[in-house]
């Protein structure tokens, strides 16, 4: 067993409306960022795990995600095992 | 008829649904824990509002977890009536025992107002002492009551009459300023496709006597114990037990 990092992040799916996002953007133009064209606001979860391997590390974490960490209805998941 | 109301940690609407029942339409009522499976042979599981477990990560989904869960579901499946309101409807799709979700309300506030919602679909065993099209008067309290689902999911929704409440003006028709936290087609509460699980954002077990502002709540909780109910409109308010010995006092 090795003891893996593994880092998931959760988006909002294309065109599911961020009221967040918009409200964070608004409030960067009025810091004074023009240039902004949109931001979207998600999740990073940082998990340390004991696995059998990255592979097996991955596999889990893509389970956790499907299960709890993400709802399929409005978010999209990405894995990535970081050490 | 016996009623169980679940307690999870963050909930707070557990002792108004209670007293609801308990006090108000005089029905047995038990509460259940989060962490106990044992649903005390209860005939209807009540998912109360609130923030259960601080809606950490989304609201609902850790509740959907706990113990009590697993045998509601399980519950659900059977043919159990379940009522799940606001955090409880929240938990109730984390769960999936009613399809899409509820995001943010997209006004950007929490929205705490009363409303008036249209009873759509008065052949729920929740709402059977409506008559059809029956406006009710009742708080809402969410962050996260913008029910969302795809477009195919609400056709289907609208196609078999699972939509039960929809929010609405004064002249009792859905539009976009009675909306208030952007849901799609004004959904404030859905029932599954066997109709034994119902889903809503407003509170009907705050506006069970006169004294909280409307009464109209109440035609819920008869439908539901079976009482026969007359037409419970915002102007008629419908006299509880509770409103008698407080008039006894007065």
């Not at chain 1, 998600?42 to 709802?71: C, H, P, R, V, Y």
């Not at chain 2, 769960?95 to 943010?104: D, E, F, I, S, Y």
Request: aromatic content about 6%; some cysteine.
């Amino acid at each position: 067993m090795v003891m893996v990092t593994g880092k998931v992040t959760v988006r909002l799916k294309e065109g599911v409306l961020d009221p967040q996002g918009q409200t964070i953007q608004r409030a960067l133009e009025h810091m004074g960022y023009n240039g902004i064209d949109q931001v979207r606001a998600g999740k990073t979860f940082e998990i340390k795990l004991q696995a059998k391997s990255s592979e097996d590390a991955k596999s889990q974490l893509k389970e956790m995600s499907e299960k709890l960490l993400a709802n399929p209805v409005i978010e999209t998941f990405h894995v990535e095992v970081v050490e | 008829m016996r009623i169980g109301v679940v307690t999870f940690p963050g909930s707070n609407c557990d002792y108004d649904a209670y007293a609801a029942f308990r006090h108000v339409v005089g029905c047995p009522v038990d509460f259940l824990w989060h962490a106990d499976p044992d649903l005390k042979d209860v005939d209807c599981v009540i998912l109360p509002g609130g923030f259960s477990f601080g809606d950490y990560l989304r609201a609902g989904a850790i509740a959907r977890f706990s113990p009590v869960m697993q045998s509601v579901i399980k519950f659900a499946g059977d043919g159990g009536l379940v009522w799940g309101i606001c955090n409880g409807f929240q938990v109730l799709t984390e769960a999936g025992l009613l399809p899409g979700t509820l995001r943010r309300n997209a006004q950007m506030r929490f929205a705490c107002q009363q409303v008036r919602i249209r009873v759509e679909n008065n052949k729920t065993p929740f709402t059977r002492g409506c008559r059809p099209g029956q406006v009710l008067r009742m708080p809402i309290a969410h962050g996260e009551g913008n029910y969302y689902a795809d477009p195919d999911v609400i056709a289907k929704l609208e196609a078999n009459n699972q939509i039960v409440f929809r929010y609405v003006n004064s002249d009792g028709e859905p539009d976009l300023r009675s909306n208030p936290n952007g849901s799609r087609h004004n959904i404030a509460g859905i029932v599954n496709a066997q109709g034994n699980v119902l889903g809503m954002m407003p509170h009907p077990e705050r506006a069970v006597e006169s004294i909280l502002g409307s009464a109209d709540g109440l035609a819920l909780f008869q439908s539901l114990i079976g009482v026969g109910v007359q037409a419970v409109g915002s102007e008629t308010t419908s006299a509880s037990p509770l409103i008698e010995k407080r008039r006894a006092r007065v």
